[in-house]
């Protein structure tokens, strides 16, 4: 008996050494990596942390309509593109802000849709500088952040908002915001944690740049090709259709979406930057996928949800997007329309191919460039090209 309480004494001993030994270890981690941190730099601003002069190399042998080697830098702001230059002042600044759909971070350097705008607007206008800060699973939770503590202090020209996405049903403080935006530590899952904790500590942050790293490169890549011939159809009842709608597109969530768009704009105009509102389109809704033949509207998008469902949520949030524009004035690119939905352009139902994105890049250049040439007009060398 007391060797067996000599021998439970001890393990509880050894554990709370262990235990304390991790903690210390951690904490001088934390200390090391806050004066010199080898992996990453970092902006720290009151809200926001962006990760800086980072670069990225991943092989790609999953999505085959993506490049084989996927290269990207994020630059000196955090964002993708060239560093501000010290005249940023003078130049015919853009910057593109949403989720991943405008990261693009599978998509290498020069062929996101940001990059594709900025050579097509080279050839039109003079001291044309373009950044991509696009930020995955960012929702206009995030954007608000983004703009007020870092992007409004650059004054660009022009700010696009691609958007509405991220926002379908979503409340605030949610794990994907969080790894950038400083808040609440949340607890909902391992995720979460680390996330959340991220832009208050650099061990979480290194944590989560790993485990990003790790999936990227020994998993393939996070965002998965879709098989549409293999997808098979949903067909649910309408009172199922009106039950997923409500859900998801309640006025709560309308609402909420339509006061944080509202918010975006009048920070922008305060600032004296041009806000041009994108709304956001999807590989799903009425039609048949040209390269297939799958019907887009049936075929399922995740369990219990078919395309139609999808995009009936979606298209709520675009509707307020498109009215919220025109109520002030704004340029509105109607992308969820105009962007064909073919599998040409998407590799899974929402993220685009470098066909997609180059596609995406022509359609808001014909909507930006006359009105780019009617409000900056010194910076035109030659006429809007079709």
Request: charged share 20%; net charge neutral; aromatic share 10%.
């Amino acid at each position: 008996m007391t060797t067996v309480s000599s021998r439970l004494r001890s393990f509880v001993v050894n554990m709370l050494a262990l235990g304390i030994g991790l903690i210390a270890a951690v904490l001088l981690l934390e200390f090391l990596l806050h004066f010199f941190n080898p992996f990453q730099a970092r902006i720290k601003g009151n809200r926001i942390v962006l990760l800086t002069n980072k670069q990225y190399h991943i092989k790609n042998d999953i999505i085959p309509t993506l490049d084989p080697v996927i290269d990207q830098r994020r630059n000196a702001l955090g964002f993708r593109g060239p560093d501000p230059p010290p005249d940023l002042a003078s130049k015919l600044s853009l910057i593109s802000i949403g989720g991943s759909t405008t990261q693009c971070f599978f998509l290498s350097d020069g062929k996101t849709w940001t990059d594709r705008l900025g050579d097509r607007l080279t050839k039109t206008f003079r001291d044309v500088w373009v950044n991509n800060a696009g930020l995955d699973g960012h929702s206009t939770y995030g954007h608000l952040v983004l703009l007020e503590d870092h992007v409004a202090k650059l004054h660009p020209k022009v700010v696009l908002f691609l958007i509405g996405a991220n926002d379908v049903g979503r409340d605030p403080n949610v794990e994907f915001d969080a790894e950038n935006i400083k808040g609440p530590i949340s607890f909902h899952s391992p995720t979460a944690f680390i996330k959340s904790l991220s832009p208050y500590s650099e061990v979480a942050s290194l944590i989560a740049n790993l485990y990003r790293s790790l999936n990227a490169y020994k998993e393939g890549l996070i965002h998965q090709k879709i098989e549409l011939a293999k997808a098979g159809y949903f067909d649910p009842s309408p009172e199922a259709e009106r039950e997923a709608l409500a859900g998801s597109a309640s006025e709560h969530y309308l609402q909420g979406f339509e006061e944080r768009v509202r918010k975006l704009i009048k920070i922008s105009k305060a600032n004296g930057i041009e806000p041009v509102l994108v709304t956001q389109p999807i590989l799903a809704g009425a039609g048949k996928d040209d390269v297939t033949g799958v019907d887009l509207a049936r075929v399922m998008v995740s369990p219990g949800h078919n395309g139609k469902m999808w995009w009936d949520a979606l298209e709520k949030y675009n509707d307020v997007t498109r009215r919220v524009g025109q109520e002030n004035g704004l340029l509105v690119i109607d992308m969820a329309h105009e962007l064909p939905k073919s599998s040409r352009y998407y590799y899974d139902f929402i993220h685009y191919t470098n066909a997609g994105a180059d596609k995406i890049g022509e359609i808001i250049y014909d909507h930006l460039c006359p009105d780019l040439s009617s409000h900056f007009a010194a910076y035109a060398k030659g006429p809007c090209q079709n």
